[in-house]
Each structure stands twice: as structure tokens, then as C-alpha cells.
């Protein structure tokens, strides 16, 4: 297969965040909404690390969502602050890593919220 099907093959699997929504991997959903869930992460970097992730799979990262639907990233946003404020304080950071060598490693958009006892001035790394 050329480099260029194999990407399209693997453009075309449903995106770890896809099958755990479908139920097909399990993880614990906080929140959801019609368009919008927040599960916890499975490896958290902060005492409060939970991860906000349109339905859709149609978006790669926060910069494709921005343009191609920016209602449905007020909404991620909304569901951010909400679910900081139930387990947390409601203060939060919200964190998108987009591309490879930001860290991205799962291309279904997602913002990772980190929130509970932050250290003031780290920006994570
Ligand atoms: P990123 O590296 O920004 O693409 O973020 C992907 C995040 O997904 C990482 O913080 C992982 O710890 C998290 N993650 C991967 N698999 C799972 C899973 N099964 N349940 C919850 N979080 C996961």
C-alpha cells in the first residue's frame, strides 16, 4: 500500500475517543451533552485531568474546529468550565496539543482540562 493509502487507512479507523463513546472501550464519561463528552484521563498530569471531546471525529485538531465549526468549540469551552466547576474549583487550564511535536497523539480533537491545586505559573512539559 502507498504511504499515502496508509494514512488514508488510518485517517478512516474510529479514533480511540469514537470507540470509547460507542462503548466499545471502557473509560468513566463525567459529562455529555448533545454534541459533547468529558471522560477522565487515563494518565492525568494534574490532580484534576479530564479530557472535553466533540462527538464528531470529523475535526483533527482545535485549529480545524475552530474553522470548520466554532460554535461546537464554544461548546467544548462550555463543558470545560462546567465540569472544572464540579471537580474542582472551577478555575482551570485548558490545553489543546496540536500536532506531533506538540504532543498530539490521538487526532480526534480534544481539550485536556486541567484543574485542583495547579502549580501557578507551569505551563506543563
Ligand atoms: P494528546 O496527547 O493531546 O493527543 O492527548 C491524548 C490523551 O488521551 C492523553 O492524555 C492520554 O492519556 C489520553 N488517553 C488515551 N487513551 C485513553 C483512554 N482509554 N481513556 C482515557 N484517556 C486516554
Redesign the pocket.
Known amino acids: 500500500m502507498s504511504e499515502a493509502l496508509t494514512r488514508l487507512d488510518a485517517m478512516s479507523e474510529p479514533s480511540?475517543f469514537t470507540r470509547?463513546l460507542q462503548g466499545e472501550?471502557p473509560?468513566e464519561i463525567v459529562a455529555e451533552t448533545e454534541n459533547v463528552f468529558a471522560?477522565?484521563?487515563?494518565?492525568p498530569?494534574a490532580p484534576v485531568h479530564l479530557?472535553v471531546i466533540p462527538k464528531t471525529a470529523q475535526y483533527r485538531d482545535v485549529v480545524a474546529l475552530a474553522a470548520g465549526d466554532p460554535a461546537l468549540l464554544a461548546e467544548v469551552v462550555d463543558l470545560a468550565h462546567r465540569v472544572a466547576a464540579e471537580h474542582a474549583d472551577g478555575d482551570f487550564r485548558l490545553v489543546f496539543?496540536t500536532g506531533e511535536g506538540a504532543?498530539?497523539?490521538?487526532f480526534h480533537v480534544?481539550a485536556?482540562v486541567l484543574a485542583g491545586g495547579l502549580n501557578e505559573k507551569s505551563l506543563g512539559g
Do not use: F
Open positions: 480511540i470509547i472501550i473509560a471522560i477522565r484521563d487515563i494518565a498530569q479530557l496539543n504532543g498530539q497523539t490521538v480534544h485536556h
